[in-house]
């Protein structure tokens, strides 16, 4: 559903491998002249696949449907892609994990149909903040964390973040007692972080702060 518009239907695969929330596929994105221009959106980042990277803007469209129940202002990406499933017109996108992971989700292979019963984070709004960081773990335990892509006028770069910085330490704590995906989530809190960061040969000290972008 998008603001001011009549509802839209669409063909959508439910794609519980993809850390996102809805993409919808450039061919869509276009027949449906997304975003609208006064809409704010960001340039996506660290996003790809088995195909390879995938180019696109993140904003937020006004509500997602699914049979009964109703996703207000999800995340959206909108794919700019033109090669691979993005660019393809046969469905208009993709309803990723951080949508489903909002269900109790069956899998009823016996009748082809998927049961969804919403969950105790059903009703949570997706503000989570950003860091406009890709982050990625390297190593044999992947717990050598690096930059790999800094979104511009983001927290990431307000901090002086760039490309290749190893962060080593979160608030004093090693950032090798973390995983990835605890280091991610707590980049999701707006509150500010003391990083000490290896780049080349000097160690420096930053803070960074992160805050909802869209």
């Known amino acids: 559903m998008l603001q001011g518009r009549d509802a839209i ?4 695969v439910v ?16 027949s449906q002249h997304l975003p609208d221009s006064n809409q704010k959106t960001i340039r996506a980042i660290g996003a790809g696949g088995t195909g390879g990277a995938i ?8 509500a997602l449907k699914i049979g009964k129940f109703t996703i207000d202002n999800p995340l959206t990406m909108f ?18 994990a951080q949508i489903m992971c909002k269900f109790k989700i069956l899998l009823d292979y016996d009748h082809n149909r998927i049961i ?20 990625i773990g390297e190593g044999k335990d992947y717990r050598t964390f690096r930059v790999r892509e800094v979104l511009e006028n983001s927290p990431g770069t307000e901090a002086g973040l760039q490309r290749d910085d190893v962060i080593t330490a979160i608030n004093e704590r090693p950032a090798a007692e973390l995983t990835l995906t ?7 809190r707006a509150v500010p972080y003391k990083l000490t960061v290896r780049r080349g040969e000097q160690t420096l000290q930053v803070t960074i ?3 909802k972008l869209v």
Do not use: C, Y
């Not at 239907?9 to 959508?12: A, H, L, P, S, T």
């Not at 794609?15 to 276009?30: I, K, N, Q």
């Not at 503000?127 to 960081?133: F, K, N, P, T, V």
């Open 55 to 62: 180019a696109g803007r993140i904003g937020r469209i006004s």
């Open 182 to 188: 605890k280091l991610v989530e707590q980049f999701e």
């Open 9 to 12: 239907k669409g063909d959508f």
């Open 79 to 96: 794919s700019e892609d033109t090669q691979g499933a993005f660019a393809s017109a046969a469905i208009q996108g993709n309803i990723g």
């Open 209 to 211: 702060t992160p805050r």
């Open 116 to 135: 969804l019963e919403p969950n105790a984070s059903f009703k949570e709004l997706m503000d989570h903040a950003s860091s406009g960081l890709k982050i």
């Open 15 to 30: 794609d519980l491998g993809s850390g996102g929330a809805l993409a919808l596929a450039r061919p869509f994105v276009e």
